[in-house]
């Protein structure tokens, strides 16, 4: 089992940038896990924000956020990341880590969030004009 807590979501005005973060914790030492984010705003289906391999070599991005946002792990301290810059309105929305169980050591990054195995709870990110 793993857990998956994020935090650093926030009230921000359009143009700001915010780092959200995700503790890994559980049985990480067992699996290499592909990460990802994803958001889901009101009356919205969730959606694939960014994905990360199991050893960080391959990442990638929805259209909506390449070139603003970053996704990135700290291995030493189980820790993902999403740096958010040049936010905008329609960033608006609870942002979710999740991890999947990867199929050995290739470098898959998923972006259904059918692949993944286990989620968090969420944080609100609110973009103000």
């Known amino acids: 089992q793993v857990q998956l807590v994020e935090s650093g979501g926030g009230l921000v005005q359009a143009g700001a940038s915010l780092r959200l973060s995700c503790k890994i914790s559980?049985?990480?030492?067992?699996?290499?896990?592909?990460m990802g984010w994803f958001r889901q705003a009101p009356g919205k289906e969730r959606e694939f924000v960014a994905g990360?391999?199991?050893?960080?070599?391959?990442?990638d991005y929805a259209d909506s956020v390449k070139g603003r946002f970053t996704i990135s792990r700290d291995y030493a301290d189980n820790m993902l990341y999403l740096q958010m810059s040049s936010l905008k309105p329609e960033d608006t929305a609870v942002y979710c880590c999740?991890?999947?169980?990867?199929?050995?050591?290739?470098?898959?990054?998923?972006?259904?969030?059918?692949?993944?195995?286990?989620w968090g709870q969420g944080t609100q990110v609110t973009v103000s004009l």
């Open positions: 999740a991890a999947a169980v990867s199929p050995g050591r290739a470098e898959y990054v998923y972006t259904s969030n059918l692949r993944y195995d286990y």
């Open positions: 559980g049985r990480t030492q067992s699996s290499y896990y592909v």
């Open positions: 990360l391999s199991w050893s960080g070599v391959r990442t």
